[in-house]
C-alpha cells in the first residue's frame, strides 16, 4: 500500500511499514486541500491532528482503505462516516497510558505539597515553610471519571499509595483489581480527588461546569489530562475561588487550538499582557497559586513517541498484512 504521512512521527512507524513492503510518502507540509488533490496516489492516511478528517475529505479520497491517527482520541475524525465507507481506523493509546499515568500523578503530588508554589517563592528568595506546609495523598479517595485506557494506567499507578481508587464509566463492568466502579451518587459523595479520563464527545463537551461541580458532597482536587473543551474553565475558576475546588493540575486547556499545537486557534499566546489574546477565566486561572498547568504534554514523552508509532505500525500491518517485495 501506498501511505500519506501528514504529520511527522518517529522514525520507526515508517520504516516498520517500509520494512513491511509498504510504500510512505511524507506529506509533512502538504495541506489538507493537497492531500484532498492527490488522494489518488495512496491507499492510507497517517495524521496525529494538523488537519480534520470530514465527510467532505472521506468523500474526496474514495481510495482511502484507513486513517491512523497516532494518539488517543479521533476527535479530528469523522468516525461515523468514515466507518459507513468501510475506512478503516486505528488509534493508539496504548502507546502513551503510562506516560499520561505518570503525567496525572506527579500532578496530583506536586499540588498536594504546593512543589510549584515553593519553587518560586524559593527562588525569590521566601522562605515560607508553614504557608507552603502540604497534605498527604494517603487516606483519600480518587475518582477516575472514565476508566479506559488512561483511567486504568492512572489507577495503576496509584497502587502504591493507601488511598481507596474508585471510578464512574458510561460502560458497566470495566472496574478492576486497581479500582472498583460506583454509581454516580456514590461518585460524587466519596471523591476527594477528580481525575478526567474522557474523550471529547457530544456528550462530554463541556461536561465540567458548574452544575457537574456543584454535585460533588465535598470540596475536591481536580486533574485533567483528557481534552480541554471537557471543561467550562470560567466555571471551574469560580469553583476554586470558592474552593469548591481546592485545586486543579491542567495539562490541556479550553482554549487550545484544535491541533493541540498552540494554546489559542487565532493567536499565539505571547505573553500576559496580550490580553486581548487571553480570555479573562484563563488570566485568572494563569495566577492561582493552586493551579499546575502544562501545554497538552502529558502523554508526550521520549518513550511515547516511540511506543505510539510501533502501535501504530503494528495495527496497520496486522490488519493489511505486509505487501508482496
Known sequence: MIILHADTNHPN???LLADAGHHNIEGFNQTREETIQNQHLYDGIVIRSRYTIDKDFIDATPNLKFIARVGAGLENIDVEYAKKRGVKLFSAPEGN?????EHSLGMLLSL???LNKADREVREGLWAREDNRGIE???KTVGLLGYGNMGKAFAK????FD?????YDIKEDVDDSNATQVSWEEFTNKCDVVSLHVPWTEVTNK???ADFISQFAKPFWFINTSRGKNVVTEDLVAALQSKKVLGAGLDVLEYEKSSFESLFANKKYVAVSAAEAVPKAMQELMFMPNTILSPHIAGWTVESN???AEVIANKIIEEFGEAEK
Not at 497510558?97 to 499515568?101: D, E, F, H, P, T
Not at 499507578?157 to 502504591?160: D, I, N, T
Not at 488511598?163 to 471510578?167: A, H, L, R, Y
Open 157 to 160: 499507578k496509584l497502587r502504591g
Open 137 to 139: 495523598l494517603d487516606g
Open 97 to 101: 497510558r503510562n506516560a499520561v499515568g
Open 306 to 308: 516511540k511506543r505510539l
Open 207 to 209: 461536561m465540567v461546569n
Open 163 to 167: 488511598v481507596e481508587v474508585i471510578c
Open 112 to 114: 498536594f505539597n504546593k
Open 13 to 15: 512507524l515508517m520504516k
